[in-house]
């Protein structure tokens, strides 16, 4: 079975001193690790010096967002290869704080993420409903068309680099986690597009929002969750070092 994916977004929370600090203490619960993989996006500025301290580890440094061109003029954007060169190997693409605060579209995203994979970067690609679209019976169309013209021009052989997470925005940063049923039919409807336009079974999908060591067990017991994506719990080397432990612990 592979391993439990814990991803820490650290989002615009802390500076570089505050990240490497955060960093150093949460490194020895990283450490000898079973059932368990730890990734986390400090914010890009930060990922030099985070993945410095995971320099030897098992741990993966990534940033936030990332950019589909390797350079050229394109002001304020983070290319693909700037973040390799800073120890960087993973982006998330396509959170809802990019596609709702930053207008970010559909089609945005989904060159955003494959222009990364050509260039090396994993992707773990978000995406998620709205509670309006929930309540109105959109949210497997929703998914579907956020993830779509990204999984549909995946490239066979880059699809291990490819991870899905599904966080409704409504759960993101509310306290609110969606049910056990909820959560399991987005991710069977995920796990078969990525059947059908991967023909692949093994692409890892992880659930986020509102992740906390308190509803961890739940959100793992759920059928196909590979992983957690996690904000603000991931913020306290506390938390993080017990949702480390949960999922050692769990199965
Ligand atoms: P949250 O954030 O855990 O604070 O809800 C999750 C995310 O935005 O990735």
């Not at 020895?28 to 990922?47: F, I, R």
């Not at 995946?154 to 599904?166: E, G, L, N, R």
């Not at 069977?188 to 890892?204: F, K, M, W």
Request: proline share 4%; aromatic share 6%.
């Amino acid at each position: 079975m592979s391993p439990t994916l814990i991803v820490g977004n650290w989002k615009m929370n802390l500076g570089v001193r505050e990240s490497y600090d955060l960093a150093r203490q949460i490194a020895p619960a990283c450490e000898g690790l079973q059932k368990t993989s730890v990734w986390v996006a400090p914010s890009c500025l930060s990922v030099p010096a985070v993945a410095k301290v995971f320099r030897d580890s098992a741990v993966e440094v990534g940033s936030q967002n990332v950019h589909w061109e390797d350079r050229g003029a394109y002001t304020g954007e983070i290319s693909p290869t700037q973040l390799r060169e800073v120890g960087g190997s993973f982006a998330l693409v396509g959170h809802s704080e990019r596609r709702s605060v930053c207008d970010e579209s559909i089609e945005l995203c989904a060159r955003r993420a494959l222009g990364a994979i050509r260039a090396g970067i994993k992707v773990i690609f978000c995406i998620g409903e709205t509670r309006g679209q929930r309540e109105s019976g959109q949210t497997e169309q929703t998914l579907t068309a956020q993830l779509l013209p990204f999984l549909a021009n995946v490239q066979p052989s880059h699809q291990p680099a490819v991870i899905v997470a599904y966080e409704p925005v409504w759960a993101i940063g509310t306290g609110l986690v969606a049910s056990e049923v909820e959560i399991e039919e987005s991710h069977a409807l995920i796990a078969s597009l990525c059947q059908r336009y991967l023909g692949d079974s093994t692409t890892p999908i992880l659930y986020g929002g509102s992740v906390s060591p308190a509803n961890f067990e739940d959100i793992l017991r759920c059928r196909g969750v590979h992983g957690v994506l996690v904000g603000g719990a991931s913020l306290s080397a506390t938390k993080l070092t017990e949702l480390i432990a949960i999922s050692e612990g769990h199965g």
